[in-house]
C-alpha cells in the first residue's frame, strides 16, 4: 500500500523546488490547468444537445461555436508545448496520449509531463458492476481486483489517472449517483474506499500498470438535500465528520493520490473554495500530501453559488482554500496571473498547488516514461482473464431478494422471457461505462442461449410506458416460468438522474401484475442503479432477483443465478423503501423521542409499513445458516465477537456474518445500531464454522458536540447474523 509519506520524500521535494525556480508563472498556472474535449462541461456534446443547451441559455453564443467547431483536446499541442496546460481529462488512446507526453516532454521548455484522467468508475472497456452492485459483495478482494483491472486497461490506453473511487455516503435513493458509490453505511464504504483506492494503485504508482486514484466528491455530495443532484447539503459538522468524512479519511489512508472537490455547498459555502475542507481536515489534519482538483466546471459553478464576486474572484478564493487543479473552467488559466500582478494572491499560493500537481507526476514515474507501448491495449483490453473476473463480480454482485422456492430453476422448463431489458446488452454497461461497448456485453437472452436454454421472447413492455397486452399473452401462453427482465435504464441513474419517483418506470409493473393475473410463476430479474420502491412487483413475484446493472457479463451471470450454477451471496448495501416518499431511509439512524411503533404519536408515516421494502444487509441464498454459541469479549482493542455459523440447507454457500453494535446510554444519541465488523465464510452443505470478528475500539467513538472524538465506557448492544435485522445477541459493557 502506498503511503502519503511517499508524495513528498526529500528527493522529490528537491526536484520540485529546481522545476519552480526555472518555471515562469504562465508555465505554473498551466500545471493548474485541465481540460476536456468540449467548452462545454468537459464532455463530448452532440450538436443537437449544444443547440438545446444554447436555446435554454447554458451556454454562451460563444461557447456553442466552439464546440460545435470540435473542439478537441488532441489539437491542444501548441499550449502543451509552451507548457500552459498541465492535464487532460478525455483523452485516450496509446498513440495519440503518447504524441501528446512527447510533445509535452519533448518539445516543451521544461519538459513536464501530462496528467491524463478519466473517468474509470467501475473499468474501462471491461465493465465490471456499478459500484454500488458491486458493494453488494461485500468483497474487499473483488473490489480490489476490479479496481487493478480497470487500472491496467486503462494505463494500456495512455491514462495514467482515474476520477475514482467515488466514496459518497448515499442514503436518499432519489439521488442518481447513488450508483457510482458503496451505498449507505460508513463503515463498509470506508473498507471499500481503502480497497478500490488499493486496486487503482496498487504498491506504486509507477508501475506502469497503476494509476493514480481520486477520492470523490469532498464533501457530503451524496447528501444533496431531497436527492436532487447538486442541490445545497445543510448538515452538523458531527455528522459530516461520522458519517461522510470516514470514507476519505480511510481512501488518505490508504494513500489515494488525488481528491475532487464536489459540486455543493456545505451550509452555504462551495466546496470548490472551501478552505475548511482542503487546509485544515485534509492537509493539516489528515496529513494529505498528494493534489486536488475541482469537479468539471465547479470553479465557474461558484457564480451561480453566488458566493464570489466574478471568475477571478472564484479563482482567488478557490487557490487559497487548497484547490490545486481547476477541471476544465479555465478560471485559473484565465485569471491567476493578474490576481498575482495585483497582489491578491501570493507567488507561494501558486508554488504550493503546482507542488502538490508535480508530486503526482512524480509519483508516476511520468518523468522517467511517460509513455504507453502501444500494442499493449490490443492484448489487455477485455482479455478472456478480464471477462472471467467481470463474470465473477456480476455474480457475487446479485442480490437475491425473495424466492418461494422457485428458483434455481431447471433448464428444461418452458420459459419465457419478457421486459425491454431482457435483450437490451448496452444497458447492461450501467451509469460511466468508461469505454464499453453495448456490443461487449452480454443480454439476459444471449445468457440463455449460452447456458443452452430453450425460451420464446417477446420484449411486450418499453421502459417507458407502450405494453402490448396481446403479445404477452401470446409469449407466456405455454411457459410454466417467465423471467421478466425489468427495471431502470442506464440513463435514469448516475449524474444528472435524480428521480423523485422511484417506482418502476412506465407501466412494467402492470405487466407483472398481468402475469401474475395469468397464473404464471414469475421471477422478476431488476436492472436498476439504485434501490427501487417496488411492493407491488415483490408481491406479484415468486422471485425478485436484483441485477442491478453489472457489465459486460451480466446476461451470463444472471443465468448462472437463476440456474443455480452460483449460490447467490451477495447482501444489500442500500434501504429499499416501500414508498418513494420514504426517502431519505437508512437503518443507521438515531432513535428519536417517540420510536417507530403501530400506534400514533410515533415517528414514522401513517401510510407506509413501519420496516422498509428489504433492509440493509438483506439478501438470500438457496441454503440457510443458523447462529449459534454467541459471545462477546472485551480485548484491550475493542470486542471480539465470536460465533458458530452453520450451513443447514443442502448446497455450498457463501455467509456474510454482520456484526452491529448499539451504544446504550452516551452524551449524544447515538444510532439505534450500526455496522462494525463483518466478515464472509464460505460453508458447504452441513459445514460448521466458528468465526471471530473484532469491533475496534476506535470505532466505539463518536464526535461530542464541541467536536472533540471521544469515547463514553458503558455499555453496547451487539447483534450478530444475517443482515441489519440480525437479533441482539448480547450486551457488553466496555470501560
Ligand atoms: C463531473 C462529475 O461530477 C465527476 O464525478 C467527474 O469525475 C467529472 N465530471 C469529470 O468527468
Same mark, same amino acid.
Given at each position: ?382 482479455? +478472456? &482473464?478480464?471477462? !472471467?473476473?467481470? $463474470?465473477?463480480?456480476? %455474480? #457475487?454482485?446479485?442480490?437475491? /431478494?425473495? @424466492?418461494?422456492?422457485? *428458483? ?100 412494467? +409493473? &402492470?405487466?407483472? !401484475?398481468?402475469? $401474475?393475473?395469468?397464473? %404464471? #410463476?414469475?421471477?422478476?430479474? /431488476?436492472? @436498476?442503479?439504485?434501490? *427501487? ?112 455459523? #452453520? ?89
Amino acid at each position: 500500500m502506498i503511503s502519503q509519506k511517499q508524495y513528498c520524500n526529500e528527493e522529490v521535494s528537491r526536484k520540485i523546488d529546481e522545476l519552480l525556480s526555472q518555471m515562469t508563472v504562465d508555465e505554473k498556472i498551466g500545471q493548474l490547468h485541465q481540460l476536456g474535449p468540449s467548452p462545454v462541461g468537459g464532455f463530448e456534446i452532440s450538436l443537437d444537445e449544444l443547440k438545446k443547451m444554447l436555446d435554454a441559455g447554458a451556454i454562451t453564443q460563444k461557447e456553442y461555436e466552439q464546440s460545435a467547431r470540435g473542439f478537441k483536446v488532441d489539437e491542444r499541442e501548441d499550449e502543451v508545448r509552451a507548457g500552459t496546460i498541465g492535464s487532460f481529462l478525455g483523452l485516450y488512446g496509446a498513440e495519440k496520449c503518447n504524441r501528446m507526453q512527447k510533445v509535452a516532454v519533448e518539445e516543451s521548455r521544461l519538459g513536464i509531463p501530462l496528467l491524463l484522467g478519466f473517468d474509470v468508475i467501475h473499468g474501462l472497456r471491461t465493465v465490471f458492476p456499478i459500484p454500488l452492485a458491486e458493494s453488494c459483495s461485500w468483497d474487499m478482494e473483488m473490489a480490489e481486483k476490479t479496481a487493478a483491472v480497470a487500472a491496467k486497461e486503462s494505463a494500456a490506453v495512455g491514462l495514467n489517472w482515474t476520477f475514482a473511487p467515488m466514496v459518497d455516503i448515499a442514503r436518499d435513493a432519489r439521488w442518481g449517483r447513488i450508483a457510482e458509490g458503496a451505498g449507505e453505511d460508513t463503515y463498509l464504504g470506508s473498507r471499500f474506499a481503502e480497497a478500490r483506492v488499493k486496486g487503482f494503485q496498487g504498491e506504486s504508482l509507477a508501475d506502469p500498470e497503476n494509476i493514480a486514484a481520486c477520492a470523490k466528491h469532498f464533501v457530503a455530495y451524496g447528501a444533496a438535500i431531497g436527492g436532487r443532484d447538486y442541490n445545497t447539503v445543510d448538515m452538523s459538522l458531527q455528522t459530516l465528520y461520522e458519517t461522510y468524512l470516514p470514507p476519505f479519511k480511510a481512501a488518505t489512508d490508504a494513500g489515494v493520490a488525488t481528491f475532487m472537490g464536489a459540486f455543493n455547498d456545505l451550509n452555504g459555502v462551495p466546496c470548490s473554495t472551501n478552505p475548511f475542507l482542503y487546509k485544515t481536515i485534509l492537509r493539516k489534519d489528515w496529513g494529505f500530501n498528494g493534489m486536488v482538483v475541482s469537479d468539471s466546471m465547479a470553479l465557474q459553478n461558484c457564480l451561480d453559488h453566488a458566493t464570489v464576486a466574478d471568475r477571478a474572484d472564484v479563482a482567488r478564493q478557490a487557490l487559497q482554500a487548497g484547490m490545486d487543479m481547476d477541471m476544465h473552467s479555465t478560471c485559473y488559466h484565465d485569471f491567476l496571473k493578474e490576481l498575482l500582478e495585483n497582489g491578491q494572491i501570493s507567488m507561494e499560493d501558486i508554488d504550493t498547488a503546482v507542488t502538490n500537481v508535480l508530486r503526482i507526476k512524480f509519483a508516476l514515474g511520468l518523468f522517467e516514461n511517460p509513455y504507453t507501448d502501444e500494442f499493449l491495449a490490443d492484448k489487455v483490453i477485455l482479455c +478472456d &482473464e478480464h471477462r !472471467a473476473l467481470a $463474470r465473477e463480480s456480476a %455474480k #457475487k454482485s446479485i442480490v437475491l /431478494l425473495k @424466492n418461494n422456492g422457485v *428458483l434455481p430453476l431447471k433448464k428444461d422448463v418452458k420459459i419465457a422471457v419478457v421486459g425491454a431489458l431482457a435483450d437490451n446488452a448496452e444497458e447492461m454497461l450501467g451509469t460511466w461505462e468508461g469505454i464499453g461497448r453495448g456490443e461487449d456485453c452480454i443480454s439476459v437472452t444471449a445468457g440463455l442461449q449460452n447456458a443452452g436454454v430453450q425460451f420464446k421472447f417477446a420484449p411486450c413492455c418499453s421502459l417507458d410506458g407502450a405494453f402490448d397486452e396481446a403479445e404477452l399473452s401470446a409469449t407466456i401462453k405455454d411457459a410454466d416460468i417467465v423471467i421478466a427482465c425489468v427495471g431502470e435504464s442506464k440513463e435514469d441513474s448516475g449524474e444528472a438522474s435524480a428521480r423523485c419517483d422511484i417506482t418502476l418506470p412506465g407501466r412494467q +409493473d &402492470e405487466m407483472l !401484475a398481468a402475469i $401474475r393475473a395469468q397464473g %404464471k #410463476k414469475l421471477v422478476t430479474v /431488476l436492472f @436498476n442503479g439504485r434501490p *427501487l420502491a417496488i411492493p407491488e412487483a415483490v408481491e406479484n413475484s415468486d422471485a425478485v432477483v436484483e441485477a442491478w446493472h453489472l457489465g459486460v457479463e451480466a446476461g451470463n451471470a444472471v443465468c448462472d443465478v437463476l440456474f443455480g450454477d452460483y449460490n447467490p451471496s451477495a447482501r444489500l448495501t442500500t434501504t429499499f423503501p416501500n414508498h418513494s416518499g420514504e426517502c431519505p431511509t437508512y437503518y443507521n439512524h438515531l432513535p428519536t423521542g417517540k420510536p417507530a411503533a403501530e400506534m400514533k404519536y410515533t415517528s414514522k408515516y401513517i401510510d407506509a409499513p413501519l420496516v422498509p421494502l428489504f433492509p440493509f444487509g438483506y439478501g438470500l441464498s438457496y441454503t440457510e445458516y443458523a447462529y449459534s454459541g454467541l459471545s462477546a469479549n472485551v480485548t484491550e482493542n475493542g470486542i471480539d465477537v465470536t460465533v458458530t455459523v #452453520k450451513n443447514v440447507g443442502a448446497v455450498d454457500g457463501e455467509e456474510t456474518v454482520q456484526v452491529y453494535v448499539h451504544d446504550v446510554l452516551a452524551s449524544r444519541s447515538r444510532p439505534v445500531r450500526e455496522l462494525k465488523a463483518f466478515g464472509k465464510v464460505f460453508l458447504k452443505a452441513g459445514e460448521e464454522k466458528q468465526i471471530t470478528l473484532s469491533v475496534a475500539r476506535k470505532d466505539l467513538e463518536f464526535y461530542d458536540m464541541q467536536l472533540n472524538r471521544i469515547f463514553e465506557a458503558g455499555d453496547f448492544e451487539i447483534f450478530v447474523g444475517h443482515d441489519g435485522t440480525a437479533p441482539l445477541s448480547g450486551e457488553v459493557a466496555v470501560e
